[in-house]
């Protein structure tokens, strides 16, 4: 589905990542159950409780995020390029050039 635009929510952005969460989600686990990303990685402010990534953590897990971008899912593309066509698939939707074709894994 696509996300109806509502104040200053990126509504582009979340209709093209939620293509891709389940992908994200699993990488995203299996990169802390392997410990590549660990506690070490992520900081409290003591304000107000809220942990995040580290100064440290962000250059990790960009660098293994680049990694993962290189990787082959089951149709023979790296996730770099099966972005790319989703955004040209939105792209040609949005300026009524096609009907709209969504990324299957």
Same mark, same amino acid.
């Given at each position: 589905?696509?996300?109806c635009q509502h104040g200053r929510f990126a509504t %582009?952005?979340?209709d093209l990542q939620e293509i891709f969460?389940?992908?994200m989600d699993k990488w995203l686990i299996r990169?802390?159950?392997d410990g590549a990303l660990n506690a070490g990685h992520f900081s409290e402010n003591k304000e107000t409780g809220v942990w995040s990534l580290s100064?440290?953590?962000w250059?990790? %897990?960009l660098g293994l995020f680049e990694e993962e971008l290189m990787c082959?899912?089951?149709s023979g593309e790296t996730l770099a390029v099966c972005i790319e066509n989703q955004v040209q698939n939105i792209r040609k939707w949005c300026c009524g050039k096609d009907a709209l074709q969504l990324y299957t894994a």
């Open positions: 589905y696509m996300h %582009l952005a979340a969460r389940a992908r990169i802390i159950n100064k440290d953590g250059p990790t %897990l082959y899912d089951s």
